[in-house]
């Protein structure tokens, strides 16, 4: 589809997708996926970060949170934890930190691969070189996350420093691809500056990628960043990108993301309701959780807590769903 007509998709349902539109994503998920939710085991491993997006609570400039690392024994006896709960999947999140070295993540990957191998290992730690990514696949990371935020270049430049672009960003997604990764794009809905044409520009890129995830949610402001003052993200303009998504990418996965959940009580059940079938529970030490504020008021307890997986069971079976406990590889080639 063309830019142009994006945009006017995105315009008519602004205020919310239609029950029309709704069940049309519903039922592209229930052709690629059926009723089954896979699930995620996050470790967020380090909260330290050298770049400064003017969105993110954990940007190098906020010397109000409280930095921390995990051990390599640590993120392993996580892996434990989550191994026993029924997880067989592990997504180790961090900010850019350069003391995590290759060497250090290598290590991390092998080790987990084997003492876990039946479990897949997902990479959300930023931008890198491809011989680096290549390091990491060899090592044995099945997937790798790297949302590219928006896919417009003026958009981009109001949302990061200069030291960052959209192009490297684009490259790195196409490297991962290229080496053999699972990849995730994804946005932010309700960013500062977006429009409906830069929202437009993100589902033209999408389609053009083909990636195998898309993490979307909510932009939600952080009272340490520059961007405290702006508003949330809009839960209904945030569905509508989610059934959209859906049905132009009927075998990507597609969580239903905290923020989502964050924004709204409502908000993972209807996440569902519009072809999302992903969540990701937080898996990380329980002391370590507060810190990993990428925005205000994160949930990280209840049913967003991996220890809490019978009362997500029982939420998404109420939903109409049931939990999925393997690997969940996505469908797209
Ligand atoms: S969004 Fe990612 S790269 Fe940007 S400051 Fe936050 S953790 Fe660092």
């Known amino acids: 589809m063309q830019k142009k ?26 052709l690629s996926y059926g009723r089954g939710v896979f699930l995620r085991g996050l470790i967020e491993f380090s909260n330290y970060c050298k770049n400064n997006c003017y969105y993110c609570g954990i940007r190098a400039g906020n010397h109000h949170v409280c930095r921390y690392r995990l051990t390599q024994q640590d993120i392993l006896n996580t892996c434990k934890k989550g191994h026993a709960l029924g997880f067989r999947t592990f997504v180790l999140q961090s900010g850019e930190d350069p003391w995590f070295d290759d060497q250090k993540i290598c290590s991390i990957i092998s080790q987990i691969k084997e003492m876990y191998p039946d479990c897949a290992i997902t990479l959300s730690i930023g931008e890198k070189s491809k011989e680096t990514y290549r390091a990491f696949f060899a090592a044995g990371a099945d997937r790798f996350l790297l949302r590219h935020e928006t896919a417009d270049a003026t958009h981009y ?30 946005f932010m809905v309700g960013s500062p500056f977006q429009t409906i044409e830069t929202l437009a520009a993100d589902m033209k890129f999408l389609e053009e990628l083909q990636p195998h995830m898309v993490g979307l949610g909510p932009f939600l402001p952080h009272k340490e960043t520059p961007f405290k003052d702006f508003p949330p993200g809009s839960l209904n303009l945030t569905l509508t990108m989610l059934c959209l ?4 990418l009927p075998n990507v996965l597609l969580p239903a993301t905290t923020a989502l959940a964050t924004l709204s009580e409502q908000g993972r059940a209807l996440g569902l309701a519009c072809g999302a079938n992903v969540i990701m529970p937080n898996l990380s030490p329980p002391e370590v959780r507060g810190s990993y504020s990428l925005y205000d008021n994160k949930k990280c307890t209840g049913n967003e807590a ?28």
Not at 169 to 182: A, N, P, S, V
Not at 245 to 248: D, F, G, K, T
Not at 306 to 333: C, P, T, W, Y
Request: aromatic residues 8%.
């Open 5 to 30: 007509e994006w945009a006017e998709q995105i315009k008519q349902f602004q205020n919310g997708p239609s029950q029309e539109l709704k069940k049309k994503a519903l039922q592209t998920r229930l």
């Open 157 to 186: 430049r109001k949302l990061h420093p200069d030291v960052m672009s959209l192009e490297n960003r684009k490259k790195c997604l196409y490297d991962l691809r290229e080496i053999g990764f699972q990849v995730g794009a994804g």
């Open 245 to 248: 998504v859906r049905i132009a």
């Open 306 to 333: 991996a220890e809490e997986i019978a009362l997500l069971q029982k939420e998404v079976e109420n939903d109409g769903f049931f939990l999925d406990f393997s690997r969940g590889d996505s469908r797209v080639h």
